[in-house]
Nanobody, 118 residues
Framework: QVHLVESGGGLAQPGESLTLSCVASRNIFTIYSTAWYRQAPGKQRELVAVITNRGDVNYSDSVKGRFTISRDNAKNTLYLQMNSLKPEDTAVYYC????????????WGQGTQVTVSS
């Protein structure tokens, strides 16, 4: 079992920055791919950014160039640096950890609200 706890959400004005953190209950980054998803009201949950266990990174087109995903293996922490925030970035952001193989697993955090508004 892996527990994920997000923090760092809040209210920001357009153009400002926020950093989200996700602390895992144990060291998983060398085994699991980890990602940030978001879900806006009335919309489906969408992938924002992913970093694989090998360190490969990918972003959705809507955040490319503005958001940066990173991790600190020693702290069991995943980050999402969000710059140049836009109102359309408003959503609940979720941390995710997944692995494939013979026994696939997927874990989610409880989510953290990000609101971008002037």
């Amino acid at each position: 079992q892996v527990h994920l706890v997000e923090s760092g959400g809040g209210l920001a004005q357009p153009g400002e920055s926020l950093t989200l953190s996700c602390v895992a209950s144990r060291n998983i980054f060398t085994i699991y791919s980890t990602a940030w998803y978001r879900q806006a009201p009335g919309k489906q949950r969408e992938l924002v950014a992913v970093i694989t266990n090998r360190g490969d990174v990918n972003y959705s087109d809507s955040v490319k160039g503005r958001f940066t995903i990173s991790r600190d293996n020693a702290k069991n922490t995943l980050y999402l640096q969000m710059n140049s925030l836009k109102p359309e970035d408003t959503a609940v952001y979720y941390c995710n950890a997944e692995r494939g193989g013979a026994i696939p697993r997927a874990y989610w955090g409880q989510g953290t609200q990000v609101t971008v508004s002037s």
